[in-house]
């Protein structure tokens, strides 16, 4: 887009709040700004949406529900959304990140190397396994959708987003590999659902990009690319080291044979070790903020530009864990915290602080051994030292020392509180506990039990504490934690007679998710309509707890027919049973040899063909032989007698007696009921 198309839109406030003040970014379908939120007076990046999709309203409703699915989603590596609308076309308002995106790193030429790809794929599988956990598929991970903070961290963009555009009625110019086609899992080609792995799939390809500097198995078009990758599995070139064997799992195609999130996590986390430590990401930035000062007439909300990128000491960023070490998730495997044990927890970074999934280390640095202290410099002069000095300073260091002694013991005892967050409440009062013990407490902490919903921590899990970790408290001071109820419960809409697509919108916009569709025939629902839904064995449940799945029924219509037998039957009785099945009678007769008058010869479709309910099927009914009359041939010449026959579908015989006489009787006689066809013979007699 033209850089005047995205200057006019500068000074514009969107919502009565949010002021446009320099473009970072735009694409086919939206526009990106630096912008002021001139109530709460703080920097945010706002997305502008083509106004052409305010005219879609299957999108707007689409982009409502993923807007507040999105919203909801709280993790520091996802970019947190804080605001949307629609101002002349819909508008999402999002945390603004300085750093810019991997996708500007990459076209300034610069390559990561397999460490700094691995800090990468570890922050990234944090973000997916957090969103994967509560239902949701971002559908459109790319190089673009990874931006950074200025402290290095980074953060998955445009969740919901991908999947609102897909359905909407949308396309982006021309056929080129963009968004999500260029980085697509082959089961994006299909109609059906996609699950998580199909983001796992595609940051493998962009992991590969970001060191190679190219993705892989990419074709001229998108139906070749995808079509490419059906049964090819994603070939990883020498150069990503030990994180190949990692990503070679992750390019299957078959997505049984990928890892999630989590166990991707795990993979690169074991292959740390292989690995040199990474140095800082070479950030690209996302504005220049000079430019943005010049834009916005030097607005009080605008921060001043840096001088330079915050600086990372690579001696400075690990700690090691020792003692008991960190403790291990029994679902997903993934360490939470470590201990120094002596009750401190620790975290353990490398490299930027974002190099950290679940708080496992990643690199593991011995601490620097001191030099032993050298205490014989001025041994000279201590020598020259009086006696008298000596014991006097004997006696003073003796009483102080001993007024030390009975200042400690007078003090009651202490113990730093150690991180118990994010784990079961179980586990959390054994490490307070363990912590007291440590410190010999005669009379323990006080433990607080508090609860409440919360639909980002498991239920049964502390939340948060009180007092924060690392803060000293005496023996029989209250310690509070705050545990998860779990997610709210959300009201399940109805969803009798609405389409597919429909229940899911509807679901989605109280938080839920469609599980598993199945289909029957019905014959009062028409096909394609909801007929049915459950969650588990409930049928219909009134509420659910957000994030919980809803299978769903869906009608394909009324079943087939199958055609009765009805040959032999008079024709009421054939209507009768035809229509007893839900079809139709069209009645048709013929003259039948074998089949008395009215009764059934047949059906077309045959008795035992399958067809639809209301189908329409033809009755063949017998009007029994064919007989006409032999007409009477008095006062006729011969000429005339045998036209007679024919037009009474009859056939002249023989005829007999004097060749020049007339007609006077037949054979059959006159007046007779024969077969149509048959042969009359004539006799003759003299004038």
């Excluded at 694409?27 to 990046?45: E, F, I, K, N």
């Excluded at 707007?60 to 709280?74: M, P, Q, T, V, Y």
């Excluded at 629609?86 to 390559?111: C, H, I, K, N, T």
Aim: charged share 25%.
């Amino acid at each position: 887009m033209a850089t005047s198309r995205l200057t006019e839109q500068l000074g514009r406030v969107l919502g009565g709040r949010y002021r446009l003040n320099a473009p970072i970014g735009s694409g086919a379908s939206a526009q990106v700004y630096l912008a002021d939120d001139v109530t709460l007076r703080r920097r945010v990046a706002v997305k502008v949406l083509h106004p052409a999709l305010a005219d879609d309203d299957a999108f707007l409703r689409r982009f409502r529900a993923e807007a507040r699915a999105a919203a909801a989603l709280s993790h520091p590596n996802l970019m947190a959304v804080y605001d949307w609308g629609e101002d002349d076309g819909p508008y999402l308002v999002l945390e603004f990140l300085g750093g810019g995106s991997l996708r500007a790193m990459l076209d300034q030429g610069r390559r990561l190397t397999p460490s700094q790809a691995l800090v990468v794929g570890l922050d990234t599988a944090r973000a997916l396994h957090f969103a994967h956990r509560r239902g949701f598929v971002h559908r459109d991970v790319k190089p673009a959708n990874l931006l950074f903070g200025d402290d290095g961290r980074l953060r998955i963009a445009d969740f919901g987003l991908a999947r609102a555009l897909s359905e909407a009625a949308w396309t982006e110019p021309g056929d080129g590999l963009v968004g999500t086609a260029r980085y697509a899992a082959p089961e994006q080609a299909q109609a059906g659902r996609v699950d998580g792995k199909a983001d796992v799939y595609a940051l493998g390809l962009v992991l590969i990009e970001a060191v190679s500097g190219s993705v892989p198995l990419v074709a001229d078009s998108t139906l070749a690319t995808l079509a490419g990758r059906a049964d090819t599995a994603v070939p990883v070139p020498a150069a990503l080291g030990p994180l190949a064997a990692v990503l070679e799992k992750v390019g299957q195609p078959d997505p049984a044979d990928r890892p999630d999130a989590a166990e991707l996590g795990r993979a690169l986390h074991a292959a740390a070790s292989e690995l040199d430590r990474p140095e800082p990401l070479p950030l690209a930035g996302a504005v220049d903020l000079t430019t943005v000062r010049e834009l916005a007439d030097a607005e009080p909300t605008l921060l001043p530009p840096p001088d330079r990128a915050p600086a990372v000491d690579p001696d400075a960023t690990t700690a090691s864990a020792v003692g008991t070490g960190p403790a291990v998730d029994a679902t997903t495997g993934l360490r939470a915290s470590g201990s120094d044990g002596n009750g401190a927890e620790t975290t353990t970074m490398s490299g930027p602080p974002t190099a950290v999934f679940d708080g496992l280390e990643m690199f593991d640095d011995e601490a620097p051994v001191p030099a032993p202290f050298d205490g014989e410099g001025d041994g000279r002069r201590h020598r020259r030292r009086r006696w008298a000095w000596l014991v006097l300073v004997m006696l003073l260091v003796a009483g102080a020392a001993a007024g030390l002694v009975a200042y400690v013991q007078a003090q009651p005892a202490t113990a730093a509180v150690p991180q118990v967050g994010t784990v079961p409440q179980a586990e959390a009062e054994a490490l307070l506990a363990q912590a007291q013990s440590r410190a010999g407490f005669e009379r323990p902490w006080q433990i607080e039990i508090r609860s409440d919903y919360n639909q980002g921590v498991p239920e049964g899990h502390v939340v948060r504490q009180d007092p924060p970790p690392q803060t000293v408290l005496e023996e029989g001071e209250t310690v509070t934690l705050y545990v998860s109820l779990g997610p709210p419960f959300t009201p399940v809409p109805a969803l009798e007679g609405l389409t597919e697509e429909e229940a899911e919108a509807a679901l989605v916009e109280v938080g839920l998710a469609v599980g598993d569709v199945g289909s029957v025939h019905s014959e009062t629902v028409a096909a394609g309509l909801v007929l049915d839904w459950s969650a588990g064995d409930v049928e219909r449940p009134g509420e659910l707890r957000v994030g919980s799945e809803v299978d769903l029924v869906v009608s394909i219509g009324p079943a087939p027919r199958t055609v009765p037998d009805l040959a032999g039957k008079t024709q009421g009785q054939a209507v009768a049973e035809l229509e007893a099945v839900g079809l139709g009678a069209k009645v048709v007769t013929r003259f039948d040899d074998e089949v008395d008058e009215g009764l059934v010869i047949g059906t077309d479709p045959g008795g035992g063909a399958s067809v639809e309910r209301g189908a329409s099927v033809t009755v063949v009914v017998s009007k029994g032989r064919d007989l006409v009359t032999v007409p009477d041939i008095v006062g006729k010449t011969l000429d005339e007698v045998n036209k007679a026959l024919e037009e009474a579908g009859l056939q002249p015989g023989d005829a007999s007696g004097n060749a020049k006489g007339r007609p006077f009787a037949t054979d059959p006689e006159a007046g007779s009921r024969v077969e149509r066809g048959t042969a009359v013979d004539i006799f003759l007699k003299g004038k």
